[in-house]
């Protein structure tokens, strides 16, 4: 069968919360989003739901074989949108197996999932300016998803319907550890499907100017080894390597923060961006000083963070990457498009799936149990 391509914390932020009975609680379908209607991906085909990169055709489903999961409850939060300035509510809520990460926007007068859906995937992204925006084919767009995505790929989160009343997320305090804390609270449940990979097979180039990057071969996960060059004595040349996991994320890149010029507040804010910037959602640079109060948390933040850029937009891949991507200078548009060759060569990887790991509990591997 032919393959076919997995086509920000503010301190006016509201505490998040569970929505509805107690953690840990049984998942039931009624509990849960289900799908039957097809997502437009602009720029792409329509693809079913059943379709999506987490699809369990081709993959034999055995009791040693890692398996999808979802979150266990659904819970909110609400903060500010670093771009618009406005006050967002977001929801996240359980989805069923081969569903994969949506975006479903509430705010639009109507309830057409052609028009209020959005799949998290690379070929639905629309604009890779400061942030990674991703739309369909009715034009609707959610802004801003990198750092969230990040969260929820670094926790092996595979379904997931994301609720958002507004045109991009909430950026927090700029870093992810505000959607860690929101998923944390509510645990997560396995799904009675295989989780799907995709193994990079060959190496895979790209060059954009000075921007470099590929895609290596890599059976252990996905590891990433980034480096960032500014005409700046603050951030200057950076270098990080780091296989993710859950534990590395949260240990090394959940808490790095966006981050920003004051020379060019004025330029973004006149093309409609970081309208809703402030100190506390973001690290501002003017010239050769840090205004922020407390500084840096770490004098690499800066590197730290551009990797926790990449995990996230790598995540739009449709399922978790076997790989190693080594990049030079690259943001948001240049890791998409280190996607799009990935997937425009069909020799160049392949779906797979791996074993359990030898010892894991029962009991973190607890099953949704359906309602019909």
């Known amino acids: 069968m032919m393959k076919q391509p997995p086509t920000k914390y503010g301190h006016t932020v509201g505490a998040f919360e569970r929505i509805g009975g107690l953690r840990g609680r049984t998942v039931r379908n009624t509990d849960q989003d289900t799908y039957s209607e097809p997502i437009n991906a602009r720029g792409g085909s329509t693809y079913s739901k059943l379709h999506l990169a987490h699809s369990n055709e081709d993959c034999a489903m055995g009791a040693d074989v890692l398996r999808q999961s979802t979150i266990a409850l659904p819970v909110k939060m609400n903060g500010i949108g670093l771009h618009k300035g406005t006050t967002v509510h977001l929801v996240l809520k359980p989805a069923k197996a081969n569903t994969g990460i949506v975006f479903r926007r509430t705010d639009l007068d109507t309830i057409d999932r052609a028009v209020t859906d959005i799949p998290a995937r690379y070929d639905a992204v629309t604009d890779a300016t400061m942030c990674t925006t991703i739309g369909n084919a009715a034009g609707t767009q959610v802004a801003t998803i990198e750092h969230l995505m990040a969260a929820v790929s670094a926790l092996e989160i595979d379904n997931l319907l994301i609720e958002v009343d507004a045109e991009e997320v909430p950026v927090m305090d700029g870093s992810s550890d505000a959607f860690i804390a929101l998923l944390d609270q509510v645990g997560q449940q396995t799904l009675d499907a295989p989780r799907r990979f995709i193994r990079v097979l060959e190496p895979i180039s790209v060059e954009d100017g000075l921007r470099t990057g590929t895609l290596n071969p890599c059976e252990d996960g996905l590891r990433i080894e980034l480096s960032i060059d500014f005409d700046n004595q603050v951030i200057g040349k950076q270098d990080l390597a780091l296989d993710i996991s859950a534990d590395s994320f949260r240990r090394e890149l959940s808490s790095s923060r966006t981050f920003g010029f004051l ?110």
């Open 263 to 372: 020379k060019d507040v004025e330029t973004l804010r006149a093309l409609g961006l970081a309208k809703g910037a402030t100190l506390d959602n973001a690290v501002v640079l003017d010239g050769d000083e840090v205004l922020n109060e407390d500084g840096l948390r770490s004098p690499d933040e800066f590197v730290r963070h551009k990797t926790l850029d990449a995990v996230g937009d790598l995540s739009l891949a449709g399922a978790p990457i076997l790989g190693c991507y080594q990049a030079s200078r690259a943001g948001h548009a240049f890791n998409n498009q280190v996607l799009h060759a990935l997937f425009a060569n069909p020799d160049a990887w392949e779906y797979t799936t791996r074993p359990t790991p030898a010892g894991t509990p029962v009991e973190n591997t607890r099953l949704a149990v359906s309602a019909d």
